[in-house]
């Protein structure tokens, strides 16, 4: 199948992020690193080990009531064998956040101690928040903060400039914009990006993506293509494009001469993912373990 064009997404802003990072390491004791439970692997930042360093690092599935219960778990045993502590959450819920400061406490169990040591155990426990745009990181602190501290708005790079939260409880939390990374590798991780909304639109070919979400479905889901009065055997065999058509024939999104209009096809198909109603599907598998 044809793949959406190598994406290169740096705004300046994210330039500027990155620089903002590395300068306010030294005033954190953890960095919360929050990935999309859908793309668990694509919403990472590959650049962000090497930018923190030896610093702790706790990884949160966000968004992991619209994600695969199943895929998830799979994916929290994945981190666990690379010696990442991760943890699956909804921040809009609060699901799963009850676990987090105890794993953050764990993580950070030597560092605690040392405090202890020196008679500084009141001292707040200061984390930088991070991960790509869009994927829920004002949602997660206004839960942990109790409150709107942070503006929140379904949409990327809303988050410009750094703030602290104090959140209670001995804790700080520091927010940074959302950032991504210079290039995609793989084509296959900016299209991921792109269908779950971390990219603009208006950069991608929105039939492209739309085809690539449904052969995924078809291979993964095939029982949510029902959505779309789909089986199995309808989809059977069928091009990603002939695979568009079909959708977009059952709605009836026909133009003149009968045929389909693909686009607003595929504007439907990726708005009904984005809002929940294909129901809960995860779009990566974890890697294959390698001996």
């Known amino acids: 199948m044809e793949q959406v ?24 004791d953890i960095v919360v690193e929050l990935r999309d439970a859908k793309i668990p692997l694509s919403s990472g930042n590959p650049e962000l080990p090497s930018l923190i360093g030896s610093k702790k690092r706790v990884v949160l599935l966000n968004k992991c009531d619209t994600a695969d219960p199943e895929m998830t778990a799979r994916w ?41 040591e020196k008679g500084a155990s009141g001292r707040p426990i200061r984390m930088m928040v991070v ?50 990374w210079p290039k995609f590798d793989d084509p296959a991780v900016g299209e991921r990006l792109a269908v779950t909304g971390a990219v603009k639109d208006q950069v991608l070919d929105i039939e492209l993506l739309a085809m ?34 079909l959708v977009g024939r059952k709605r009836g999104m026909l133009i003149s001469g009968g045929e389909v209009n693909t686009e607003r096809a595929a504007v439907t198909v990726l708005d009904e993912y984005r809002g929940g109603k294909l129901g809960r599907l995860t779009l990566e598998a974890p890697p294959e373990e390698t001996v």
């Open 131 to 180: 991960g790509i745009p869009n994927v829920g990181k004002s949602s997660f602190i206004n839960r942990m903060a109790g409150s709107r501290r942070a503006k929140v708005e379904d949409r990327p790079g809303v988050t410009r400039d750094k703030q602290w939260v104090s959140v209670g409880g001995g804790v700080e939390l520091l927010d940074m914009p959302g950032v991504l």
């Open 76 to 116: 929290l045993q994945w981190f666990q064998k690379q010696g990442i502590a991760a943890l699956a959450v909804d921040s809009k819920t609060g699901k799963g956040l009850s676990g987090f400061l105890p794993l953050v406490r764990e993580e950070l169990s030597e560092l605690l101690a040392r405090w202890a």
């Open 5 to 28: 064009p190598s994406i290169q997404w740096f705004p300046g802003h994210m330039a500027k992020t990155r620089r903002l990072m590395k300068s306010n390491l030294p005033y954190v």
């Open 212 to 245: 690539r979400l449904l052969s995924w479905l078809r291979e993964r889901y095939p029982e949510l293509l029902s959505r779309y009065k789909l089986t199995p055997e309808d989809v059977q065999g069928l091009e990603p494009y002939e695979l568009l058509e």
